[in-house]
């Protein structure tokens, strides 16, 4: 069975083909993606109205170009799935009704796919794909969670961030020391120059008894420590970049062994566009490898928004029989969907 993945949910548009296995993990056929991080570097941010009339021009291109990589046609597609949210109502609104629109010209069924579901089994698809059980870090944008899988659709939250995530405590504290948007990336890059420890950042909810994040604190005091370098900070912007990555790998890295430490598991799988940081995962890598814990991440190119993982996400219901696609193309985007109130 092949499905076709459509992702629209922010500023990447997203397309791919995977193909289910009978007894085996889906396998990727194809994909191509687009990102609009150009377009929006102007305004310092995303523009939802020009995020939406973005994904409209690049959906169906993007679907030519992901079949044609496949070496597949139209008629040979069995299931069209897209994202149905969170994230912006209107660029959920392109992906959906291109896709059901789409389904019912080809007369397919459709499936609509949870966003962070899809980057949660995004490592399936890499060279070292996890087992279940295992516990999740979730780390994509305005989401930063620590979660316990058992299984597709089986999800239970341990600890999420109460104010500002992860990505947007890199991207905020990037656009207060003058890095373009999207900062995160750019941080990361200049931390590799910096000295981590030349200043102190806070490491909000560090020894809480919970699971819980929060990184608003830590955006406040870059901003303070910013006005106190003053004319200062162009030869300070290295170590305050790799302080403040300092601070947030360190809180992410311990949380997820306090979380492996409370469920006794012994598998941890990181998903999301900061699981691309190179500093998060060797700290991951060193910290859980003396614990004799397995981490397991995407492919670097499925970090971000893409199309194989909403594919991947969609074929991976079907073979745990936990969703079946429908002929009804009447579509609604959910813009808030927590993860743990996924359909079972």
Known sequence: MIILGFESSCDETGVALVETQETTLPVLLGDALYSQI???????????????????????????EALAKAGKQLADVDVIAYTQGPGLAGALLVGSGVACALAYALDKPVMGVHHLEGHLLSPFLSQDPPEFPFVALLVSGGHTQLMRVDGVGEYAILGEAIDDAAGEAFDKSAKLIGLDYPGGAALSQLALQGDPTAFQFPRPLLHSHDLDF????LKTSVL?????????????KCNVAASTQAAIVEVLVKKSLKALKQTGLKRLVVAGGVGANRQLRQDLNTACQAKGIRVHYPELSLCTDNGAMIAMAAAMRLQAKVQQPVRDYAFDVKPRWPLDQIEK
């Open 214 to 217: 929060s990184f608003a604190g």
């Open 224 to 236: 303070t420590q910013v006005k106190k370098l003053g004319s200062d900070l162009e030869s300070q």
């Open 38 to 64: 150009q377009m929006h570097q102007a305004y310092g941010g995303v523009v939802p109205e020009l995020a939406s009339r973005d994904h409209i021009r690049r959906a169906l291109p993007l679907c030519d």
